[in-house]
């Protein structure tokens, strides 16, 4: 073992930057359980599984780091359980790296009688309705049980619209939890947590948060609080004025995004790391993601088409399947429908990421950009 690789071992959490174009970046990320590339889009595996798809499949895809939910782990199977099991890289079968987003997003749009104080949230369940409390150092001991990697801040993602007052209140809030779930993390060798940065849209809001953060002290930083409807013109707006506040050293994590064109123009401004339901969701509701843009597997104009989704694509769908069965497939309720469709989209994401990176590394991402959005507008 080299002095490099032995003093990782033993240190944090650690991200090495590469390369930069603009203010784009390309890095390699490294944690307890191996080592990520950036720009990275996370398998997202929200309940322990990526929906529809097998998670050597998803690697054999390129994804290289999973993204796992602390709300709906701690209500089944249980952060005991998990930690009985041997954490969720062993109960999972997923080998490296390993995110887990606090649940507090998921606290605000799926728990039942909310109540939101000070020190953390008290909630029923979506699922049966028994009553939880969730802190920042719950939620922090939580993903010690859950052996993630990466560990979220619990925070309170601010509703939009919301008036100046109610999104400063919230974001300072949340800057008050992150002092105290930096509180209660374990360090480790090769693990780290994240502060998140909020304040809406407000662009002095976000500096006072990305400021307070900074104090606090983190491996690595989200951005939460987008995506939320603030449309893609006010979310780049808020990434112009945000990223470079960050650490260059560190990680940055936009925080559920999203549609290729915004992680494309995310990257351009610098961030490293992306995930969103969105590969999965739309494989499992029809829609493919192709180099022109979208497709509605359904419609009635692929029932005779004996082409793949897409020609250029390697995916097993596209290299085993035709459009005419796909659509055959949903048409009929078969669950392999969906299956197919999420492998095809799992497999684009990572080339798109795999391209970015490649487009880093060779320093023509500007070439890249343009052609991608003239396939985009030309669809």
């Not at 991200?15 to 398998?43: K, V, Y």
């Not at 100046?164 to 779930?181: H, L, P, V, Y």
Request: proline letters at 6%.
């Amino acid at each position: 073992m080299d002095n490099q690789r032995g003093e990782r071992m033993t240190a944090p959490l650690s991200f090495d930057l590469i390369t930069t174009e603009g203010a784009a970046r390309r890095g390699t990320l490294h944690t307890a359980h191996g080592t990520a590339e950036t720009p990275a889009f996370m398998a997202t595996a929200t309940a322990a599984t990526i929906k529809a798809l097998r998670p050597e499949d998803a690697r054999a895809a390129g994804a290289e780091i999973a993204i796992c939910n602390t709300y709906h782990l701690m209500l089944r199977p249980g952060g005991p359980r998990l930690e009985a099991l041997g954490g969720l890289h062993r109960f999972m079968n997923w080998p490296g790296p390993i995110v887990t987003d606090s649940g507090g997003f998921q606290v605000m749009s799926l728990a039942k009688l909310r109540d939101l104080t000070e020190d953390g949230v008290t909630f029923r369940s979506h699922l049966d309705g028994s009553l939880h409390h969730l802190t920042p150092e719950s939620a922090a001991n939580l993903q010690r049980m859950f052996d993630s990697d990466i560990a979220m801040c619990l925070d309170e993602c601010t509703p939009y619209p919301s008036s100046w007052e109610k999104t400063a209140d919230s974001m300072r809030r949340s800057m008050r939890w992150a002092e105290r779930a930096r509180r209660a993390f374990t360090p480790r060798p090769g693990y780290g947590q994240f502060g998140i940065v909020q304040g809406g849209i407000d662009p002095e809001l976000r500096r006072e948060s990305a400021e307070k953060l900074l104090g606090i002290g983190f491996e690595g930083y989200g951005i939460g609080g987008l995506a939320v409807g603030e449309g893609q013109a006010a979310m780049f707006e808020v990434l112009d004025s945000t990223v470079p506040l960050l650490p260059i050293n560190r990680p940055r994590y936009l925080m559920g995004v999203g549609r290729p064109s915004d992680i494309v123009g995310a990257v351009v401004r610098g961030v490293d790391l992306f995930d969103c339901v969105m590969p999965t969701r739309s494989g499992r509701t029809g829609q493919a993601f192709i180099p022109q843009g979208t497709l509605n597997i359904r419609n009635a104009v692929h029932a005779e088409d004996p082409a793949p989704l897409d020609e250029a694509c390697t995916c097993p769908t596209c290299t085993s399947a035709s459009r005419a069965y796909v659509h055959h497939l949903f048409r009929c309720n078969e669950i392999l429908g969906p299956m197919l469709l999420t492998a095809h989209n799992t497999h684009f994401y990572q080339t798109l990421m795999r391209d970015l990176r490649a487009a880093l590394d060779e320093k023509r991402l500007g070439a890249f950009v343009a052609a991608f959005h003239e396939r985009q507008t030309t669809a």
